[in-house]
């Protein structure tokens, strides 16, 4: 078992980002690990062996490690930040398929933007789930015709997808465990996260938030596919949703 082995206690990973952050985590347990048996073998050592007297050289035994243990921890924090950055701050490239997802109360619905690869307006005042348009789309846009609206999210594995997450209501917390994905939906704002899927497969999307008594069964499906496949159910799709 190398350094950097994988307990099986982690979901499986179904991202092209995954494995770095999972190393990062495993690093980051392997160095408390090390650093709590050191902390006591020392405590135990002080008070079996300590019975001198002598002046202590504060340099050697405190100065020191607590600077070794300031970069060691600022370098850990750096690269952290750089593997929650490269997701977020760096920006999709500009063949990334564009994909929204829409949090409220409770449900997750997610809008392709079709043939014109650009979203129609949505509108606060015209979200009715119950007559079919659950995230407000404005009928008198033009791009918004050809938009796609689902209760599952359906993915193509091998390709950069641009998700744009949104809130109606209050935040939620956008989560998918198998592609290391937690990110908040907050009303008024639109996070970019980007990513590529790697794994076909069938996984649960989560609500990480307290968002509201119906919190616990706010959940959807995402389902990866082979490329083919997923612009086959793409094209299907659109095809439903044309009048
Ligand atoms: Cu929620």
Not at 36 to 50: C, D, E, N, S, V
Not at 68 to 76: K, N, Y
Not at 79 to 86: F, M, N, P, S, T
Not at 199 to 207: K, S
Request: glycine share 6%.
């Amino acid at each position: 078992m190398g350094l950097y082995a994988l307990p099986s206690w982690l979901p499986t990973d179904a991202s092209a980002h995954g494995p770095a952050l999972d190393h990062h985590l495993i690093l980051n347990i392997w160095i408390i690990l090390s650093l709590a048996t050191l902390a006591h073998l020392i405590l135990l050592t002080g008070l079996i062996a300590r019975r001198s007297t002598e002046p202590v050289n504060l340099w050697r035994i405190e100065y020191l490690p607590l600077a070794v243990l300031a970069v060691l921890f600022a370098t850990l924090t750096i690269k952290a930040e750089r593997l929650w950055a490269a997701a977020r701050y760096t920006g999709a490239s500009p063949a990334a398929l564009q994909v929204e997802v829409t949090g409220m109360q409770f449900a997750w619905y997610f809008r392709y933007p079709g043939p014109d690869a650009i979203f129609g307006i949505a509108r606060p005042q015209l979200v009715a789930p119950g007559e079919g348009n659950p995230v407000g789309l404005d009928p008198t846009d033009p791009h918004s015709a050809d938009d796609t609206v689902t209760s599952e999210l359906v993915l193509p594995s091998g390709r950069e997808i641009d998700l744009r997450l949104r809130a109606q209501d209050v935040i939620h917390g956008f989560s998918i465990p198998e592609l290391r994905l937690k990110q908040n939906a907050i009303p008024g704002q639109t996070v970019h996260i980007h990513f590529t899927p790697t794994t076909p497969g069938t996984y649960a999307i989560l609500c990480t938030q307290l968002c509201g008594l119906g919190h616990y069964r706010m959940n959807a499906t995402l389902r990866i596919l082979p490329q083919s496949e997923f612009a086959t159910w793409l094209a299907e799709n659109q095809k439903a949703a044309q009048p």
